[in-house]
């Protein structure tokens, strides 16, 4: 790709320069989270030295300007996954809240008993946990799409799981345990044939693929500021405007309010409804640093650079002896999970830690995946956009003297 430059990159990256156990950095956890550019560094420096005051409250000069400022990563926002609505945009503290958030109201709202509740086999534990909660709570039942050994969706087996009961489907964009891409767009389809919401779980797409809600047409959708170059502690739930209206608030207090008695309270607009207390006001606004970052780069040019990388991770690691991947779909993004045979994957993630390499290694909040696989974890790589195929190199040597010193 001519015009990626990836050194120029890594060069934006501070923490990239360091080195761990004397070994240059070598990070491949970013499914897990990702680096920060300068210049959401920045960020945080400049809001807490120039700016820092509580938002949407005050008449005084300094809320006025983070407030500002905390809107316009909302309206960047509506902008990156091209919402209808600047009010669609709800801040939350990250893709865990933005789920509870939905399965609890709209679960309060539509779900009864004896009602189905659809998620898939390779969910996060927070597209999963939320959903039996409800379940639990209301008497509801959840439906889980089957996965096939390359850990792909039985999409044949989803289109039977729909009934008159079902009344939300949610699931993933691509698999945080194995890398695998949905057809979501088609998975969206079928659930709307049934007239059924889907919420999208995006934590691991939308700092690698284009998403565009209203082309999607989804109902709900997740992700966290941290897994996009930005700050901890700042999430996004969109929802289109009908779907939000639909559904009561998820907290009270400050600022979700239009007034209170102690008769009665009426609820604020979108999207203050569902933003209650004072938010993560650095984060909020330094999450547009990132946002502006991945634009300054561009999602497309990301998403080719990162395939490449992932090809070349692919046909480098196969020549590691012994390895056995976890996670073969046809389609996937940013994530290799693999096994060495006669090694524990957590003594393999010690000796990559001291060559100065991070990976993850365990279930990955995946517990039913690797269930399904019949394995306690994997070791897993993940990659960001400035990875490299030196770094790719460094890994597989790495896994090959852990492999000689292990096996
Ligand atoms: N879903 C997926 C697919 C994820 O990868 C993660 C983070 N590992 C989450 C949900 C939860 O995100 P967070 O911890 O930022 O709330």
Redesign the pocket.
């Known amino acids: 790709l001519k015009d990626f430059d990836v050194s120029k990159i890594r060069a934006d990256f501070p923490i990239l320069k360091r080195e761990v156990n004397g070994k240059p950095l070598v990070y491949l956890d970013n499914?897990?989270t990702t680096q920060k550019p300068q210049s959401v560094i920045d960020a945080i420096t400049h809001y807490y030295s120039d700016m820092n005051s509580n938002v949407h409250r005050g008449v005084h000069y300094l809320s006025q300007i983070s407030t500002d400022a905390f809107e316009v990563t909302r309206r960047n926002i509506q902008s990156f996954i091209n919402a209808k609505h600047e009010h669609e945009v709800i801040i939350t503290?990250?893709?865990?809240?933005s789920?509870n958030i939905i399965a609890t109201c709209f679960g309060k709202a539509n779900i009864g008993s004896g009602d189905e509740i659809i998620i898939s086999a390779m969910?996060?534990h927070?597209?999963i946990v939320p959903w039996q909660m409800i379940c639990e709570e209301k008497g509801a039942i959840l439906k889980v799409i089957p996965m096939n050994e390359q850990g792909e969706l039985d999409i044949e087996a989803y289109k039977g799981l729909f009934s008159e009961k079902t009344k939300i489907a949610s699931f993933?964009y691509?698999?945080?345990s194995l890398g695998t891409i949905n057809p979501i767009k088609e998975m969206i389809a079928i659930a709307h044939e049934h007239h059924v919401p889907v919420l999208l779980?995006a934590?691991?797409a939308i700092q690698h693929i284009k998403i565009d809600v209203q082309d999607l047409d989804v109902d709900f959708l997740?992700f966290?500021g941290?897994?996009m170059y930005g700050p901890t502690g700042i999430?996004v739930l969109y929802g289109k405007e009908d779907a939000l209206n639909a559904i009561p608030p998820y907290q009270g207090g400050g600022d979700m309010i239009k007034e209170v008695t102690f008769e009665k309270t009426t609820y604020n607009e979108l999207p203050f409804k569902f933003e209650a207390g004072t938010p993560n006001i650095e984060a909020g606004i330094c999450l547009n640093a990132a946002i502006e970052y991945i634009n300054a780069i561009g999602i497309d040019e990301i998403a080719s650079y990162e395939e490449e990388l992932l090809t070349y991770a692919q046909e480098q690691l196969e020549t590691v002896p012994g390895i056995r991947f976890i996670g073969t779909a046809a389609h996937k993004s940013s994530v290799i999970s693999f096994l060495i045979d006669g090694t524990h994957p957590y003594d393999v993630g010690v000796i990559l830690d001291k060559l100065g390499i991070a990976v993850r290694t365990g279930h990955?909040?995946a517990q039913p995946v690797m269930n399904k696989f019949g394995i306690p974890g994997t070791i897993r790589a993940s990659f960001a956009l400035y990875n490299t195929k030196q770094e790719v190199d460094t890994l597989v040597a790495g896994l090959k003297r852990a492999a000689n010193m292990l096996v």
């Open positions: 499914g897990a503290t990250g893709t865990t809240h789920i969910e996060h927070s597209n993933t691509v698999s945080n779980d934590a691991q997740a966290s941290h897994k999430g990955h909040c």
